[in-house]
T-cell receptor, first 113, second 116 residues
Framework: AQTVTQSQPEMSVQEAETVTLSCTYD???????LFWYKQPPSRQMILVIR??????QNATENRFSVNFQKAAKSFSLKISDSQLGDAAMYFC??????????FGQGTRLTINP | DADVTQTPRNRITKTGKRIMLECSQT?????MYWYRQDPGLGLRLIYY???????NKGEISDGYSVSRQAQAKFSLSLESAIPNQTALYFC???????????????FGAGSRLTVL
């Protein structure tokens, strides 16, 4: 069974600085996808970024990028130039092939002005 | 209108009552899911359906049942609600395998349920 672990319940960063959120996963599959979702106070779940395991290149979406270390089973999210609107719960998730997503416990990110 | 609509958005009920949470989608996706969110536990899968005739239990299905009335509708029922079912419930949809959006979940806005 796949497991996803986020070991940082809370993180904080100064506005305009860079922050990295950690995630580790465990799977025996070779075909899987990894995701970061954001949940702002509105509680809506919003996809931030997606990584296909077969791709060597780390995914990027504007100020958001991942560091995908396949051998270490690590999938961290880097947020550059942090903005107040980035304050949210962030969930790491993984899916095996075309199956269902498994989520981590979440990391609450606070942005200090 | 939202792609995935959940009703009700908030509900307070009493122990022992039957509760139904409804979900409808306009995405045209075959796959639908119900997740439960609790603080410190993330989102956990309750039930999922890959098409109208396919319904599967997730990791925490005890105390819940579901009905896939149509491709666009997937409801979650608590037959006899108990306080530890107090949580935020999410419905989500995804494409079938092969599409560019495969595995990407589109979520509803959530239904907050409080069981007293």
């Amino acid at each position: 069974a796949q497991t996803v672990t986020q070991s940082q319940p809370e993180m904080s960063v100064q506005e305009a600085e860079t922050v990295t959120l950690s995630c580790t996963y465990d799977t025996s599959e070779s075909d899987y996808y990894l995701f970061w979702y954001k949940q702002p106070p509105s509680r809506q779940m919003i996809l931030v970024i997606r990584q296909e395991a077969y791709k060597q290149q780390n995914a990027t979406e504007n100020r958001f990028s991942v560091n995908f270390q396949k051998a270490a089973k690590s999938f961290s999210l880097k947020i550059s130039d942090s903005q107040l609107g980035d304050a949210a719960m962030y969930f790491c998730a993984g899916s095996q092939g075309a199956q269902k997503l498994v989520f981590g416990q979440g990391t609450r990110l606070t942005i200090n002005p | 209108d939202a792609d995935v609509t959940q009703t009700p958005r908030n509900r307070i009920t009493k122990t022992g009552k039957r509760i139904m949470l409804e979900c409808s989608q306009t995405k045209g996706h075959d796959r639908m899911y119900w997740y439960r969110q609790d603080p410190g536990l993330g989102l956990r899968l309750i039930y999922y359906s890959f098409d109208v005739k396919d319904i599967n239990k997730g990791e925490i299905s005890d105390g819940y049942s579901v009905s896939r009335q149509a491709q666009a509708k997937f409801s979650l029922s608590l037959e006899s609600a108990i306080p530890n079912q107090t949580a935020l419930y999410f419905c989500a949809t995804s494409e079938a395998p092969g599409g560019s959006g495969a595995n990407v979940l589109t979520f509803g806005a959530g239904s907050r349920l409080t069981v007293l």
